[in-house]
């Protein structure tokens, strides 16, 4: 009888264990599945509004507010103009500079994409900026690529990467 009792309890413990395990199988390709295809509309909306800040913050000249959309570190990187890579020391002082020198501010963001993949997204558009330096209004067009993590419940700039826009 306790040969039988303990021969009963180890199948369906094996049983259990072999349910569990194809369930954490299903899941965790359900979660690579979703991260790829689910566009999380909350979250792009929270990324529209940090986007919409940071356009605003240029144009009010508010360089701390700019700058507290980035997440400065050793992770941090900007590629800007076909130049070398720049860090996040680089980075603080163009943009502080930049807002210093603008009277104002005008931009479109074209073909704007915003893709989320769980805590980690990237922002794309083509730039049309149109900023104002010395009385004069200067025309900037540029392929954009931002890179976010969501860091404490906000979404943080990690990457930058500004090139060129041919525009015909």
Not at 19 to 25: G, L, M, N, P, R
Request: proline content about 2%; aromatic content about 12%.
């Amino acid at each position: 009888m306790k040969t039988t009792m303990t021969f009963i309890a180890i199948i369906c413990l094996s049983i259990f264990l072999s349910a569990h395990s194809k369930d954490d199988t299903k899941k965790k390709e359900q979660t690579k599945v979703e991260i790829i295809n689910d566009t999380f509309p909350e979250s792009q909306a929270e990324l529209q509004t940090v986007l919409d800040g940071i356009f605003k913050s240029i144009q009010e000249k508010d360089a701390d507010k700019l700058i507290s959309y980035h997440i400065y570190g050793p992770k941090f990187t900007e590629f800007r103009d076909s130049q070398h890579r720049f860090g996040s020391a680089h980075n603080e002082e163009f943009e502080r500079g930049f807002v210093g020198a603008i009277s104002g501010f005008d931009y479109n963001l074209d073909n704007l994409k915003i893709n989320v993949f769980g805590e980690m997204a990237v922002v794309t558009f083509h730039a049309d900026f149109r900023p104002t330096i010395d009385s004069e209004v200067q025309q900037i067009w540029g392929s954009t690529t931002l890179v976010f993590v969501k860091v404490d419940e906000e979404w943080k700039i990690t990457h930058e990467h500004h090139s060129p826009l041919i525009v015909d």
